[in-house]
């Protein structure tokens, strides 16, 4: 048995966004999906950033509003609900690109799993997108790298 690649184990429907989809929608896709992240690509499936949890609890926070109130609507005892209000306007009205990464560590498809371990590693990701000559092609997760292990000594 050959070496392990990133293709092998790849996931390849990835959920993605583009810049200007909203955040409260990013926020939305990652509760519904159960995950903490998704890419970022233009119309030609380029990757330009990525988009995760502690994103949007960054730009929450520079709207000076508790992000759990952004998803789930039903908690009214603010002080100021009037202030809080606008922002979660503003939150609303914010897009991917207003919070995304733009440095995203991707690798290419014949990139060796043991490679992305140590990437995932050093950089403290939790996933990778897999692309070839720039376009998504995929995305690796722990979790994948996890079901490889156990697929490989099972």
Do not use: C, W
């Not at 810049?19 to 509760?31: G, H």
């Not at 690796?140 to 996890?146: E, F, H, Q």
């Amino acid at each position: 048995m050959g070496k392990m690649l990133a293709k092998d184990i790849m996931t390849r429907e990835v959920i993605t966004v583009g810049k200007n989809d909203s955040l409260e929608e990013v926020a939305r896709i990652l509760l519904e999906e159960k995950i903490s992240g998704v890419p970022v690509i233009d119309a030609d499936s380029y990757v330009i950033g990525i988009v995760t949890e502690k994103d949007l609890i960054v730009k929450a926070s520079e709207l000076k509003m508790p992000f759990y109130v952004t998803l789930f609507d039903s908690i009214i005892f603010l002080e100021n609900p009037i202030r809080f209000n606008n922002n979660i306007k503003k939150f609303t009205a914010s897009q991917v690109e207003d919070a995304m990464t733009t440095k995203v560590i991707m690798v290419e498809e014949d990139t060796e799993v043991s490679r992305i371990v140590e990437i995932m590693q050093d950089k403290r990701v939790n996933r990778v997108p897999v692309v070839r000559h720039g376009k998504l092609v995929g995305i690796i997760s722990r979790n994948d790298i996890l079901k490889s292990l156990v697929k490989k000594n099972g």
